[in-house]
């Protein structure tokens, strides 16, 4: 079976289209802000627009059909294109002079993991700000797509499972349940972040910070405006609770919104992947309050030291990094790893958490947890009836087979890939803990991570080798390994 | 179904007095040795043996049939049994008063870890080093009939794979089963125990530290009867080289060992396990050489500075750690952890690595490896051909999909104790590297952790928590996990 190339090339180019689209948005808002860096923004939109009409018009007498193959190809294409183009604003206008260093800040964007190699952000043009924002709200809207209408058809990673949940029509078709189900997500996604920006303003927010910080939330990306990321407002603590609460919605499945919205809220409160979400953020948020009421060593933040033992401010420090961490989100109100040494193995361990499926997190996921444990629980019972056939059940159906395997070989990858990434950083000089913690860090999209990568530095002093790897495993880690790793097997390549 | 007690208590009170045998033999030794504490050891002997045969005696009216669920209880009874006798000359000499420090020396021991608390050692009587070595040697003999006749009749972790290849009648029973497939491996593995301590000795050690090092060889354990360990003898490049070749032997499957000596060496060279098991080796050995050789910042060893740059020791010294970490010996010619960052994290991965099936060797182990991997590859064609049936195979056999996700299973369960086991390690106080290392070694039973645990320090300063901790870690991962685990589960209870 021929490759049919020419649809893959035109769909790469109506992402660039879409892309510029977004580039003169950005640059409109640097002319607001007067910034100085509206004619190179503009110029970056220019060669990016006329590129995505170039690759159209020569690609334009394409073939009408979108088999697997040149799906998996648009969806790793699609990614690594818009991160091409997205360092033009970077470059044109000098904020990041280096290409690699651009790169790593625009795949870490659209992978909405939120690693950064800045460390003065405060300083940069508002058009800058506003556009390294907009790349990890654009690549949240990648994943909602990706998540309800492509991977459920390619099969990945247990996926089928969540879709039939999914509202709209049920059809095998990629392009009616794009424009449906993916369409009815996407008001929700820009609802809340309407909401969040207005709720920010109100809390004291500027109008461009909550616009930005909404932004950040809603993708789980965690990009900020400040140097000291939201641990900048930790003497305003209904900005950050209102942070909190638009985290936990952003990591959980957007079908339930919707389903909420439609009033429907029996349905959201007997989802199990929901329940299990929400137990676990409540528990884990306990247990790090606590550890942080009594025994944290150092002060919360460097910015606004904390009164040891002063209980408000511990549980929402608690709440807030045990939900920034497991939702991906990476936002940070205070240097977790300096706490005690038991919360840094244990946000190590949030690291492979991950959201909900449908929502904008990263990870391995809770739903996948959830179907792993009760399948771990169910083999002893196996083992003890070896003749029994004793099926995983989720939210009250039999999981077949071949999805739980699905599953679990995606849990194997996964941890594969860490120990793979975390040599690779070591071999590249990272000392253990930081290796470790960036592998996890990046294969998750979580974004700040462990040892010189703590939450209050970044990640500008990994070598050039180092960013390239951590884009990497971001890429492959956001696309839910197997679309990204079946470009790199023989068989993908074979003509049939 | 009653659960038949009776016959639980007589095979453990039968252990008893093998264990009880075995301190005797440790006396004699030590009465050679006009070390002082004879006396001491024998009261160790009597009372177990007397404990032993009381146990016996009020069940010797037992059932006769040995059904799965008291399999399971035998086996992690048994190993309990015999740490918690085995504290006896410990303690009764005094050389280790503490009897959490005691029950963490013996489980290491008979779990064939290696892990020690012990600071000073070339200071204790000869039969109480003796003894120290014998309780990994007999934990070695455990694990062969466990591996060859217990696992694959629980049907535990894929270890019926490794059974189909085994010599000896195919019965069902697992009498016949011991007393044969099992006998034999036996002789193959005192065999070589006495093999390698006449060749140790010939090449200068004492006899009576060839002994020692001999069993904790064979035994995968890797306690010694020096502080330095095998680093003792870094200007003795002989000693070190015939170690590594049995350490090379018994972490490949003794039942190759006997084809080889029936003559069928194309039995050897044909196994899948073995070749990767070799390769692995050797390419994992060149990578830390030319590491050690190039940038290696500080010296292999405090007891024996190497000149930096040396050939042949680089090239020993990376072998010989490659391969007591990767068989689980944890025998140290050198602290790898302060070779480089990345020879940091390259170890720890080794510790998931394991030896071969049928070994004494523990971790996840090479075969587990391979069909992971040989399946991980084949779901990427599945995904592509999602309606074709594509088995794994292995030995040019077909893999029963009930055993690939058996093994699956297996290494999902390994992964998930490893993080709550870093968890629970780094709540008792261990920094992250230390806790992260700890859990991985204790698990795998390789001895030598990372961070504070290195191979140049022990585990002496864990809180006792952690000692008990530890323990449990160890006990799991030497018993496939599912064997111990199965334990904690209602179902396991239930009366059917």
């Known amino acids: 079976m021929e490759l049919n190339s020419r649809i893959i090339f035109y769909v790469l180019g109506m992402l660039l289209l879409f892309n510029g689209g977004f580039m003169v948005l950005a640059s409109i808002v640097s002319g607001i802000y007067q910034d100085g860096a509206?004619?190179?923004?503009?110029?970056?939109?220019?060669?990016?627009?006329?590129?995505?009409?170039?690759?159209?018009?020569?690609t334009r007498d394409h073939e009408k059909e979108?088999?697997?193959?040149?799906?998996?190809?648009?969806?790793?294409?699609?990614?690594?294109?818009?991160?091409a183009s997205g360092v033009l604003p970077y470059l044109f206008t000098g904020a990041i002079p280096s290409i690699t260093d651009a790169f790593f800040e625009t795949i870490s964007g659209y992978t909405t993991t939120g690693a950064s190699i800045l460390k003065e952000i405060e300083g940069l043009p508002e058009g800058i700000l506003f556009w390294r924002s907009l790349t990890h709200w654009i690549g949240g809207m990648g994943i909602i797509v990706l998540a309800v209408a492509i991977l459920p058809l390619l099969g990945i990673g247990g996926m089928q499972?969540?879709?039939?949940?999914?509202?709209?029509?049920?059809?095998?078709?990629?392009?009616?349940?794009?424009?449906?189900?993916?369409?009815?997500?996407?008001?929700?996604?820009?609802?809340?972040?309407?909401?969040?920006?207005?709720?920010?303003?109100?809390?004291?927010?500027?109008?461009?910070?909550a616009m930005n910080h909404?932004?950040?939330?809603?993708?789980?990306?965690?990009?900020?405006?400040?140097?000291?990321?939201?641990?900048?407002?930790?003497?305003?603590?209904?900005i950050q609770y209102i942070i909190i609460v638009f985290m936990f919605l952003a990591g959980a499945n957007f079908v339930l919104s919707y389903f909420a919205f439609k009033g429907k809220?029996?349905?959201?409160?007997?989802?199990?992947?929901?329940?299990?979400?929400?137990?676990?953020?409540?528990?884990?948020?306990?247990?790090?309050?606590?550890?942080?009421y009594f025994r944290a060593a150092v002060p919360i933040s460097d910015y606004h030291p904390m009164v040891l033992g002063d209980l408000e401010s511990s549980f929402r420090h608690g709440l807030f990094q045990v939900i920034a961490v497991s939702t991906t989100t990476g936002f940070v109100t205070a240097d977790f790893t300096s706490w005690t040494p038991f919360l840094t193995v244990f946000f190590f361990g949030l690291m492979f958490l991950g959201g909900s499926a449908g929502s904008t997190a990263g990870g391995i996921k809770v739903m996948r947890h959830i179907l792993i444990i009760k399948?771990?629980?169910?083999?002893?019972?196996?083992?003890?009836?070896?003749?029994?056939?004793?099926?995983?059940?989720?939210?009250?159906?039999?999981?077949?087979?071949?999805?739980?395997?699905?599953?679990?070989?995606?849990?194997?990858?996964?941890?594969?890939?860490?120990?793979?990434?975390?040599?690779?950083?070591?071999?590249?000089?990272?000392?253990?803990?930081?290796?470790?913690?960036?592998?996890?860090s990046s294969l998750g999209n979580v974004g700040?991570?462990?040892?010189?990568?703590?939450?209050?530095?970044?990640?500008?002093?990994?070598?050039?080798?180092?960013?390239?790897?951590?884009?990497?495993?971001?890429?492959?880690?956001?696309?839910?390994?197997?679309?990204?790793?079946?470009?790199?097997?023989?068989?993908f390549w074979k003509k049939i």
């Not at 003749?387 to 996964?414: D, G, M």
Request: hydrophobic content about 55%; charged content about 15%; glycine content about 8%.
């Open 38 to 58: 509206t004619l190179d923004i503009s110029m970056a939109a220019i060669v990016t627009l006329m590129l995505g009409v170039l690759i159209m018009f020569y």
């Open 375 to 440: 399948n771990g629980l169910l083999e002893f019972k196996r083992t003890l009836h070896p003749n029994a056939i004793i099926p995983v059940r989720f939210n009250n159906k039999t999981v077949s087979e071949h999805i739980v395997y699905n599953i679990i070989a995606f849990f194997v990858l996964y941890m594969l890939l860490f120990i793979v990434g975390a040599s690779v950083l070591g071999f590249l000089g990272l000392d253990f803990t930081s290796a470790v913690g960036g592998a996890a």
């Open 214 to 238: 909404s932004m950040a939330t809603l993708s789980t990306g965690g990009f900020s405006t400040k140097n000291a990321s939201i641990a900048h407002w930790n003497n305003q603590p209904l």
């Open 448 to 491: 700040p991570a462990l040892g010189s990568l703590n939450p209050l530095s970044n990640f500008s002093q990994l070598p050039d080798l180092g960013k390239w790897w951590c884009g990497f495993l971001m890429l492959a880690g956001r696309l839910e390994l197997f679309t990204v790793l079946i470009l790199f097997t023989p068989a």
């Open 66 to 83: 979108v088999k697997a193959r040149e799906g998996y190809i648009i969806v790793t294409g699609g990614w690594l294109i818009m991160s």
């Open 265 to 292: 809220i029996q349905k959201v409160l007997r989802d199990e992947e929901f329940k299990f979400y929400s137990i676990l953020i409540f528990v884990f948020a306990i247990i790090a309050s606590i550890v942080i």
């Open 161 to 209: 499972l969540f879709a039939a949940e999914s509202p709209g029509p049920s059809a095998d078709k990629l392009h009616p349940r794009i424009t449906d189900t993916a369409k009815r997500l996407w008001y929700i996604y820009v609802g809340y972040t309407v909401a969040e920006t207005i709720l920010l303003k109100l809390a004291g927010m500027t109008f461009f910070d």
